[in-house]
């Protein structure tokens, strides 16, 4: 897909799902840290959903999407808390780099990246975690409607549990419906939940 074309399919995605709350696997992984909250980043921030979340909630922010429009609607937001303490990085994840800290939230971005890219990525992810720290995110399963997609991470429900053998699993849900995708198409969706903490 063209830049421009993947910029007006973002708009569009961030149009669709604007207002919507924080993804229930942030929110149980929060709640998990109790009143303590550390510092955390939000891979593929989006409009920051979820950045919010972590903010309102004390937590030291870097967000990443490599989307320029994602970061100016999120520094844009009337629900933004004055005091936050966020920094944001418009950058592919792939390539970014980030502090050492709490919590990784990826909330349904993992499988954008390309599966060349992944296991890297991944090794990048547990690094930054400190032990006791927590991943919170999605892996698509091979159902879902755009696992025929070779530009997507896809991984089986066993390639999932087996990268979380560094993490003691916490949450691990399997949701499989028939629904549509913020932009409004039908979508065949074959989703993992997970909330893990490094070992
Ligand atoms: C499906 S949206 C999810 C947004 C948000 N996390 C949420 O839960 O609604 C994926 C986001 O990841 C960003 N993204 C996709 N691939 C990326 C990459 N390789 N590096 C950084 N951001 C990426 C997109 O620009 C988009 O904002």
């Given at each position: 897909m063209a830049q421009d074309e993947r910029d007006k399919a973002w708009r569009a995605y961030y149009d669709g799902v604007a207002g919507r709350p924080p993804r229930p696997t942030l929110i149980e992984a929060l709640d998990r840290f109790g009143s303590n909250p550390g510092r955390a980043v939000d891979l593929g921030c989006g409009d920051g959903r979820d950045t919010i979340e972590l903010l309102r909630r004390g937590?030291?922010?870097?967000?990443?999407d490599a989307e320029p429009e994602a970061l100016a609607r999120l520094v844009a937001r009337a629900d933004l808390p004055p005091d936050g303490v966020l920094s944001t990085r418009c950058t592919r994840f792939e390539e970014a780099v980030w502090p050492i800290g709490d919590l990784v939230n990826?909330?349904?971005?993992?499988?954008?990246?390309?599966?060349?890219?992944?296991?890297?990525?991944?090794t990048k992810i547990a690094d930054s975690l400190r032990p006791g720290g927590r991943f919170a995110g999605q892996f698509y399963g091979p159902r879902d409607g755009w696992a025929d997609d070779a530009a997507m991470t896809?991984?089986?429900?066993?390639?999932a549990r087996g990268l979380l053998d560094a993490y003691a699993i916490e949450r691990f849900t399997e949701e499989e419906t028939d629904s549509v995708t913020p932009r409004g198409k039908p979508k065949h969706w074959h989703i993992f939940h997970v909330v893990a903490r490094k070992r």
């Open positions: 937590w030291l922010v870097t967000a990443i990826a909330s349904f971005v993992l499988p954008l990246c390309p599966p060349a890219m992944f296991p890297a990525l991944w896809i991984v089986t429900e066993a390639q």
